[in-house]
């Protein structure tokens, strides 16, 4: 016991490190530039947990980031770059919205699950596609994934404009869900969606299915050397096929949760690159579900901490752009990469 | 190694006449005489990963313009300490000095600007690039310091592959070379900056004999053009063939150098393993004739063709009987990749049939082939046998799962599966192993240790193995190939593939000789002596030699 937790210290240690070495210089940034640096790193910091509501909107924050990086993670451990989450989780959330909308007078007991289930299967879809045609026709991934990212945010946004859209309402906005449908909040926590608890679930067990199951090892195996899954005896490119298929589900998912839990309804410009900041999450995560989900809170904060910096002194939340930069690069250096040489 | 030995004058050349089959002592006065001086000491170098000490104190002294050949058990620190050496490793501690110099080798890059280039045991290559551009890879000649210039790049590779007579081509994909091609690429890619002191990582040990030798009279002409040269096997012949001195490692240290012409290949497989080792093989026992008993694995007709419509395999019959080693002996490249490949399930036949037992199985994946009794050693671990970056139990587990018993209701049983990869890695003598570590942080015969203790662990009923020993120190070769007996004896119908000649004849039942993707005659073990293998494998016809 004693052992493993001082190898999970060692193992966090550098992350840690990373980002106390982030903090510091983004304090003496804001130092330089701001009247107030205290109160602005006060407000970067700690505003998020001032007021239930400010906690809320975090959870709210964290939440998708979550999703679609513990989904990544699968399609890291499979070996593909899947750059794809945004437009998973834009058809995910296109998804949801269209069987709320169209099968409406539905129990939401049938309703819910319907939802969801459409946003699985959309964005599971939208991560099969890229699969497929990496497995079989060797189509770079990271290609295929952002051309697919545009062709479902000009789709998506063309139902929101068009057929789908509220005609009172201001903005390329779809009719709301019924109220049925809608999530209800964590108890204790008003408006804080229970998608988030969702998140923590399935990051969790993400991990057992990973690390606990032979799929899992057989993912991993693929990812590592496909070549090597194929001797074991193991269908290597038909999982490659399926952790993109899960990779995608987890976005669209997190779509639908949006929809359900915090959107009610579709927005055209809903995710300010959620899927952009989960890769850089899962990246950061070591690729590892469980802290997928951790470093996803460390975004959140930051995310919305910075708009309260900026409401509250004259620092510009740019900053946080800055920082999260930052922190990649800790993240990221090695002094002496360990090194396989037989 | 002693302290007070460290102190000693530290060429360690045997001078003295020896007392036959006495011990040698292990360090000696320096003897006078030796012209060049040492253009590499490495003095007291220690290094010490996470779990385990690679080498302890370890001082090598290397002549100008000498093949100092260095051998030791798998995992003595042999590849540690070249590495070290290139710039890879940092020490510990202990110094590196060049012509007397001390020096810091930062990283490979500071290492050949010391004039030090280094072949590794595993290939470095970039399979989609060519050879040219392998050759230049991060230090391709420019124009105007900015473009690559493609041009210079592949003159310039086109006059070194002259320089040492290399057949090759530098507009080649890497992917389409051979290994023995390959090989060379990693030679003179060594050699590009003129590299002063070249080092060989086991670059025998995924040769053929005829590679090899041209590979010594490489390493020769380099001697005369004034180069020195480190090189590293587990082959003896190749150390008397080659060397000027040779120095012994174990367990992390080094216990002796000696001059060549002072050692037996018998003291340096004393010195390796601390014991004497004797080559198993297929006794014949008038007493007792070995017994065999059905047809376990039937080929009949097998005919593989490419893409350009090259057969790599033609009509290819033979079966293999319980109890039987039947041994397939070739030059590297007639159609033996192929024809492991074809009867593990991994690549499809255009015609014939497969048979396991009673059952059909031309069409059948590996899974369901490994349902029915199949063991598959891969011919290259890090290709097909492992995966260098997931742990060592993961490795060992992967096609055990459900045999052993990990599963419990469809999740990995982590106790059973690790005390499942202990006992195997006790039972194989896996040096260095520790649970939870990747399975590429192992030396390279470890790495083959692990994939064969896998293999073997579900006692198949078929066993394919494909250059079984392949970077295995002696001692190692001679329990891996007392396990593929003792899976025969116990009733396993084994398909030995192998270009060691020599562990062809001493293993197999029954030889078969591959050529040009056609297996023309099997011989019984009577009939097969290396000469007249020797002539099939060349394309003869043994009916009328
Ligand atoms: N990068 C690494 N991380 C951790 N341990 C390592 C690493 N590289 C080597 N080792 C360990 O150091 C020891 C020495 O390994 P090394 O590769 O030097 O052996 P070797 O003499 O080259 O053996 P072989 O003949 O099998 O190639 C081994 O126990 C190995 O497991
Ligand atoms: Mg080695």
New interface residues.
Partial sequence: MLKSLRSFGLAILPQAAAIAVTMFLGFVLVAAIADEPLLAYRELLFANFDSRSNFALFINRATPIALIAVGIVFAFRAGVFNVGGEGQLYLGAMAATVVALFLSDLPGAMLLPLCLLGGILAGGIWGWIPAVLKVRLAVDEVVSTLMLNFVALLFTSYLVNHPLRDPEAYGALSRKVPESVWLPSIPGLPNASMGFVAAVILAIISW?VLF???WG?EV??AG??I?????????GGRRVIEAMFVAGAFAGLAGALYVLGIGHRFEQNFSPAYGLVALTVALLARVHPIGALLTSLYYALMLNGAAYMQIATDVPRSLVVLLTGLLVLFMTVRL?P????? | MSLTAHSEPLASIVEEVRDTGARLPRTKPKPAGDAGGHILELLGISKSFLTTRALKRVDLQVLAGEVHVICGENGAGK?TLM?ILNG???PDEGEILIKGQRVEVGSPLVASRHGIGMV???FTLVPSMSVAENLFLGRNPTRYGLFSDRDAMRRRSRQLIERYNFELDPDTPVNRLSVGQKQRVEILKALAFDAEILIL??PTAVLTPPEVDELLGVIDILRKRGRTIIFITHKLREVKAIADRVTIFRHGESVSTYRITEVSEADIAHDMVGRQVFLVGRQDDPESPRQFGEDLLRISGVTVTNSAGRRLLDQVSFNVRSGEVFGMAGVDGNGQTQLAEVV?G?MPVQAGRIHFMDSDVTAA???E??KLGLG?I?EDRL????????SIE?NV???N?VAAGM?KS???D?GVRNAFASDRIKEFDVRGATLGQ?V??L??GN?QKIVIARELARKPRILVVSQPTR?LDIGAAEFIQEQILEAADNGAAVLLISSELTEVLSLADRIGVMYNGRLPQVLRRDEADEKTVGFLMNGGDASTP
């Avoid at chain 1, 360990?338 to 037989?342: D, I, K, L, Q, S």
């Avoid at chain 2, 290709?383 to 997931?390: E, F, K, Q, Y």
């Fill in positions: 057992i606990r199951t032979s090892a991993r195996a590592t050397n070549r090597f899954a194929e001797a074991i005896g193991t269908p002496r360990p090194r396989v040489v037989g | 590849s590495n890879i490793h940092r590794h045991q595993h990582d086991e593990a991994l994946p590996i899974s082939r490994m598959f891969p290709d097909r046998g492992l995966s260098a970056t997931m993961e587990a992967a096609t799962y599963l469809g999740f990995i982590v990747p590429g942080w030396s390279g790495m970077g």
